[in-house]
């Protein structure tokens, strides 16, 4: 069955660095997102791409992130300079959206645990 | 605004049914999903409805109300690999879904 993966499952940082974050959403999906799971709290939304460009974005999702899809098959998150709250799960999602019946359902991944020390 | 509450906690015994209600507050409602998330897992998508009534799937159901903006989520027969994170959310047209804060299911052998 085909699944959404993300690379590193863990990535520890120093406050300050940038890190990207990475995910392959399944090869027919045209929707995109990020989203993060602060330890023991909900999981919040960041950001949507299609098209090649970005659908929305949260008050979370400010000038020190981007997302990009480099390539037909991954699609990145950037934190340019991190800082110590930045430290949560970053999950990827990605949905199929050309039939009714999928409209809804966003198939997530493993997620990433960023750390910023 | 936008809102989503359920309870924080839920506990139940391994066989039994336990329902987690969901009550919500939106503008422009599409429905509404209820995803399951295992400790350090990702979120499982469970169900949607789109209309009111009762959505059935194997052991788990869903329900919608929304003239009384409110949902459950139904489990049956309860396991213990049961024991999960269990969110409500709804969609935002195509762009994202929103989560309540979830509720943490116990399942008591």
């Known amino acids: 069955e085909p699944e959404v993966t993300q690379t590193p499952s863990h990535q520890v940082t120093q406050m300050g660095q940038e890190v990207i974050l990475r995910c392959v959403p399944i090869s027919n999906h045209l929707y995109f997102y990020w989203y993060r799971q602060i330890l023991g709290q909900k999981v919040e939304f960041l950001v949507s791409f299609y098209n090649n460009e970005i659908s929305e974005k949260s008050e979370i999702f400010d000038d020190q992130f981007s997302v990009e899809r480099p390539d037909g098959s991954n699609f990145t998150l950037k934190i340019r300079s991190t800082k110590l709250e930045d430290s949560a799960m970053y999950f990827c999602a990605s949905r199929a959206g050309t039939q009714r019946a999928s409209y809804n359902e966003q198939f997530f991944g493993p997620g990433t645990r960023l750390t910023v020390l | 605004g936008q809102s989503l509450e359920q309870p924080s906690e839920v506990t139940a015994v391994e066989g039994a049914i336990v329902q987690i209600n969901c009550t919500y507050q939106?503008?422009?409602?599409?429905?509404l999903s209820w995803y399951q998330q295992h400790d350090g897992g990702a979120p499982t998508f469970l169900s949607y409805?789109?209309?009111?009534g009762l959505e059935e799937t194997g052991r788990f159901s869903s329900f919608l109300s929304r003239s009384d903006s409110y949902g459950y989520l139904l489990l049956q027969e309860l396991q213990m690999k049961d024991s999960a994170s269990y969110f409500c959310?709804?969609?935002?047209?195509?762009?994202?879904?929103?989560f309540g804060k979830g509720t943490r299911l116990h399942i008591l052998p």
């Open positions: 409805n789109a209309l009111d």
């Open positions: 939106t503008s422009g409602f599409y429905g």
């Open positions: 959310a709804f969609p935002r047209g195509d762009d994202k879904i929103i």
